[in-house]
């Protein structure tokens, strides 16, 4: 199946969707965005992602949206296209005006999305562990909001690709880990799960959110705390969350394996509960 676009309410096939090159978004990264999963035909955990892009909208004081709308369109595509196993894919930028930095007057958002179909990349990953790099975290103060700026990401995880890794995880000049590329990190340390607190550096991950409304419910010792590079050592198990990632174990860091180097029983755990929880979903 075609990947299905849609570009300020009309719809077209993705291989022809066009926007000006005096566009905001593709000229200055002047733009938000959000990336939701589809399983069974129904796009999960979509306030949540709603909710995150509003702020995101608002942080960058981008005006004159009707999300409810986009929203909207976004269904529609999925329909469209009778999508069930898929990513839907949501931007908007500040629009398109002659190049200059402050905000143009009177300028009309782009209102952009698609929907592809899913073709599972960490399938394998997800049963056998992943390599992991740690990179230095070179983003800006406000990675809190789900910008398009994305540049220290690239570069962090084309430099993990370069050293065989799935990932990198970021980290702060004292060393604080904050987040990987695309990606929340969680490290199971004296047998509580840890994972960095929300804050301006990092962003609050839909699947980190969930993951820790899980584990307290299986009953696994959860704590928002930071983890720093010195506590890599330590840990049990590593895992990273995330929309097309899911839970997916961390078995080395920068070739060193993590606990006994396979996949551990709070990852297994959380892994579960995560699949039982989309099988609710869908059959629902
Ligand atoms: N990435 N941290 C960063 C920097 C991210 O870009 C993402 C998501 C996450 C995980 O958030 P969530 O659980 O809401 O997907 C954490 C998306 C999927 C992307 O850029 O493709």
Same mark, same amino acid.
């Given at each position: 199946?075609?990947?299905?676009?849609?570009?300020?309410?009309?719809?077209?096939?993705?291989?022809?969707?066009?926007?000006?090159?005096?566009?905001?978004?593709?000229?200055?990264?002047?733009?938000?965005?959000?990336?939701?999963? &589809?399983?069974?035909?129904?796009?999960?955990?979509?306030?949540?992602?709603?909710?995150?892009?509003?702020?995101?909208?608002?942080?960058?004081?981008?005006?004159?949206?009707?999300?409810?709308?986009?929203?909207?369109?976004?269904?529609?595509?999925?329909?469209?296209?009778?999508?069930?196993?898929?990513?839907?894919?949501?931007?908007?930028?500040?629009?398109?005006?002659?190049?200059?930095?402050?905000?143009?007057?009177?300028?009309?958002?782009?209102?952009?999305?698609?929907?592809?179909?899913?073709?599972?990349?960490?399938?394998?990953?997800?049963?056998?562990?992943?390599?992991?790099?740690?990179?230095?975290?070179?983003?800006?103060?406000?990675?809190?909001?789900?910008?398009?700026?994305?540049?220290?990401? &690239?570069?962090?995880?084309?430099?993990?690709?370069?050293?065989?890794?799935?990932?990198?995880?970021?980290?702060?000049?004292?060393?604080?880990?904050?987040?990987?590329?695309?990606?929340?990190?969680?490290?199971?340390?004296?047998?509580?799960?840890?994972?960095?607190?929300?804050?301006?550096?990092?962003?609050? %991950?839909?699947?980190?959110?969930?993951?820790?409304?899980?584990?307290?419910?299986?009953?696994?010792?959860?704590?928002?705390? &930071?983890?720093?590079?010195?506590?890599?050592?330590?840990?049990?198990?590593?895992?990273?969350? %995330?929309?097309?990632?899911?839970?997916?174990?961390?078995?080395?860091?920068?070739?060193?394996?993590?606990?006994?180097?396979?996949?551990?029983?709070?990852?297994?755990?959380?892994?579960?509960?995560?699949?039982?929880?989309?099988?609710?979903?869908?059959?629902?």
């Amino acid at each position: 199946m075609e990947p299905l676009a849609n570009i300020n309410g009309v719809s077209l096939p993705l291989s022809e969707a066009k926007v000006s090159a005096l566009d905001r978004g593709f000229l200055f990264g002047d733009a938000v965005y959000e990336v939701l999963r &589809v399983y069974g035909g129904k796009p999960w955990l979509e306030d949540e992602h709603f909710r995150r892009f509003e702020r995101s909208l608002a942080a960058i004081r981008i005006t004159g949206v009707d999300v409810g709308r986009l929203r909207q369109r976004m269904h529609e595509t999925i329909r469209a296209g009778d999508f069930r196993e898929a990513t839907t894919y949501i931007q908007v930028t500040r629009g398109a005006a002659p190049r200059g930095h402050a905000f143009p007057a009177g300028t009309v958002p782009l209102e952009f999305l698609y929907v592809q179909e899913f073709r599972d990349p960490y399938a394998a990953a997800r049963e056998q562990g992943a390599a992991v790099v740690t990179q230095p975290d070179i983003r800006w103060d406000r990675c809190d909001v789900k910008s398009t700026n994305l540049l220290a990401n &690239v570069l962090a995880m084309q430099a993990a690709k370069e050293a065989g890794g799935v990932e990198a995880l970021l980290y702060l000049p004292d060393g604080t880990l904050t987040e990987g590329t695309h990606t929340s990190f969680f490290g199971v340390l004296h047998g509580t799960v840890l994972t960095a607190p929300n804050s301006n550096a990092i962003l609050p %991950g839909i699947t980190r959110g969930l993951v820790l409304r899980l584990a307290a419910r299986a009953g696994v010792p959860v704590r928002e705390h &930071v983890l720093r590079r010195d506590d890599l050592g330590q840990v049990s198990e590593l895992f990273l969350t %995330g929309t097309t990632s899911e839970v997916l174990p961390v078995t080395s860091v920068d070739g060193r394996p993590v606990g006994d180097g396979r996949p551990g029983p709070v990852a297994r755990r959380l892994q579960e509960a995560y699949r039982q929880a989309v099988r609710e979903f869908v059959g629902g």
